[in-house]
């Protein structure tokens, strides 16, 4: 099975208000040959996880509704078999990263990412070869 088949079976969630960072971090992973879903806030983004829950997520950190430490926080709170996290964020304080960890991030990174550093990240929190 060559490489980028095995990547379809991963599906990926990006969590973010901006419709441009979606579309960027979408191209780059459906070019990989990863699934991609969308959500624009958290609390779309709990719904989603909930109906079926994704092998990773990207997660942005100022949303309406509910921001991504709100979402992660929620979402390591349910009872469903959980992902690694990725908070994609433009905050670069030391602060932003301590919470964003302390929500259930499993890495935090700072806008904007080259396509193959996110590819990268990727692969190595879905345990898959590079």
């Known amino acids: 099975m060559s490489q980028s088949l ?12 901006a419709a441009t960072v979606r579309m960027y ?27 079926q829950p994704f092998d990773l997520y990207l ?12 979402f992660l926080r929620e979402l390591r709170r349910q009872g469903i078999p959980q992902a690694p996290a990725v908070m994609i ?17 499993n890495l935090y990174l700072i806008k904007p990412i080259k396509p193959q550093d996110l590819l990268t990240h990727c692969y190595l929190l879905l345990n898959l070869p590079a």
Not at 89 to 105: C, H, K, L, V
Request: aromatic residues 4%.
């Open 6 to 17: 095995k990547h379809t079976q991963k599906r990926i969630l990006v969590v973010d208000d």
């Open 25 to 51: 971090h979408r191209s780059i992973l459906e070019g990989a040959g990863f699934v991609v879903d969308e959500a624009i806030n958290g609390i779309e983004a709990l719904e989603k996880a909930l109906t």
């Open 59 to 70: 997660v942005d950190v100022n949303m309406p509704k509910l921001d991504g430490y709100g």
């Open 89 to 105: 964020s433009t905050e670069a304080q030391r602060q932003d990263r301590i919470r964003a960890y302390e929500a259930g991030a």
